[in-house]
């Protein structure tokens, strides 16, 4: 349906100067109620994709308007969903799961092109987009670093878990496999800025650290941003994370597929130890206070255990990157306890 919002009398065809006054009357108000037609929900259910031009300006790159809900994904791919009104032609969405609420004129809506968010275009039904994929929430971990001030030139995977609580990797719109990610990283042309993982609640350390082996065993991909909590439309909560995993657990990982680069001098945690080396073990949160007492002149090895919280797991990982500038030889692995 094509409908301008602008309350304007449209061209028509010369009227007959033999029709009388009195017949002019209803045709008028006709056109005049059709010039100044408010736009309803039925007017923009369907898929919507902003355009091209449109599109580095967009907070929103895709929506779906069915008869009472509305999903919408930014240029993560990160969906979300909402209940909608449209009130003056003015488009009101309350996301579900906090009622955070997204305003935005509707400008016009002509030849299914939607004109919100300042004028940016949005096209109804594009057929080379895909939308199909899973909702999920964040692990809800404050981390007080946001994406939007970062580089936004990532490598994008997505680390949830189902609603039968299975555990899934998307990688840009297609579910895979751990095997598929080496494949995926190289094949990005953007890669070298690094990856950016979405954490899903319920995701445990223990799935992130598989999901860390196959990182590493590409060798180019050894930090990692990772995506804890959502705000506002597109603000994004984010840890900037070191991978460190031993040479030999990735020799001896049985989906690790890819040729490994030359083995390093140090292998393990042995070799790392052998020289007067330390390893301090981390169980629980309180630990972090060993942490404190470490001497400058010492190599150690903080190794966490695998049972603990991400967000524990982040704590520990903040105090290792401040005494990591201030000199101290030290590495974690997470380990399995």
């Known amino acids: 349906m094509a409908i301008e919002i602008a309350c304007t009398v449209k061209r028509v065809a010369p009227i007959p100067l033999k029709m009388k006054q009195k017949n002019l009357i209803p045709i008028i108000v006709i056109l005049l109620f ?15 994709y902003v355009s091209y031009d449109s599109y580095n300006e967009a907070e929103i790159e895709q929506m779906t308007f069915s008869e009472e809900k509305v999903e919408w994904a930014d240029d993560y791919l990160f969906k979300q969903s909402g209940t909608y009104q449209i009130e003056n032609n003015e488009l009101i969405i309350k996301r579900i799961k906090d009622s955070f609420e997204i305003r935005t004129k509707i400008k016009s809506l002509v030849a299914d092109t939607l004109l919100v968010f300042d004028s940016l275009a949005y096209h109804r039904n594009t057929p080379f987009t895909n939308f199909n994929y899973d909702e999920y929430d964040l692990i809800g971990v404050a981390t007080n670093r946001f994406l939007s001030e970062e580089d936004r030139y990532f490598g994008i995977i997505h680390y949830y878990k189902s609603e039968e609580n299975e555990l899934r990797i998307r990688l840009g719109q297609k579910i895979a496999n751990y095997e598929d990610i080496p494949l995926f990283l190289e094949a990005g042309h953007s890669m070298k800025t690094g990856v950016l993982v979405f954490l899903g609640e319920g995701v445990t350390l223990k799935d992130l650290k598989e999901l860390y082996i196959q990182l590493d065993a590409t060798n180019s991909f050894h930090r990692v941003w990772l995506t804890t909590k959502k705000e506002g439309v597109t603000d994004y909560h984010a840890f900037y994370d070191k991978i460190e995993i031993w040479r030999d657990e990735l020799e001896n990982h049985s989906k690790i597929k890819i040729p490994l680069s030359p083995p390093p001098l140090i292998k393990n945690k042995e070799d790392y130890l052998a020289k007067d080396g330390k390893e301090i073990k981390i169980d629980k949160i309180e630990d972090i206070e060993i942490l404190d007492k470490l001497a400058k002149n010492n190599k150690y090895v903080i190794s ?11 704590k520990i990982k903040s105090k290792y990157k401040e005494l990591r500038r201030q000199k101290y030889q030290i590495k974690t692995e997470i380990e399995q306890r």
Not at 34 to 48: L, P, R, S, V, Y
Not at 304 to 314: C, F, H, K, P
């Open 34 to 48: 059709a010039a100044c037609q408010e736009i309803t929900k039925d007017d923009i259910q369907g898929d919507w």
């Open 304 to 314: 966490i255990n695998q049972n603990m919280s991400i967000e524990n797991y982040l």
